[in-house]
């Protein structure tokens, strides 16, 4: 259940079209079908997609190629890991100078 807004009742027209607030917070169309800017919060941003997204090399499964072990690119979490810096050289060896 989202809080109204401030200043705002359940059921008391918003905009010139007629648009409402429900008593559960939900945004209606005046003819009482949900509004397709439900989903926008106060700050312009949508609610529904706040989820990281899924690794890239097991599907967000988190599981290795081997019966028991782990991705070796998100070590299980199935979350796809943050970029590395480009001056991380963990895995890069540093150049040779002939």
Do not use: W
Request: with cysteine; charged share 20%; net charge negative.
């Amino acid at each position: 259940m989202k809080p109204l807004p401030k200043g705002v009742a359940p059921f008391q027209p918003v905009n010139p079209s007629g648009c409402y607030y429900a008593p559960d917070g939900t945004f209606m169309n005046a003819d009482g079908t949900r509004n397709i800017f439900d989903d926008v919060d106060e700050d312009g941003t949508e609610d529904y997609n706040n989820e990281p997204p899924e690794c890239s090399y097991c599907a967000g499964t988190g599981e290795g190629t081997h019966d028991g072990s782990a991705c070796s690119h998100c070590h299980g979490t199935g979350v796809e890991p943050a970029p590395r810096s480009p001056t991380d050289t963990f895995y890069i060896d540093p150049p040779i100078n002939y």
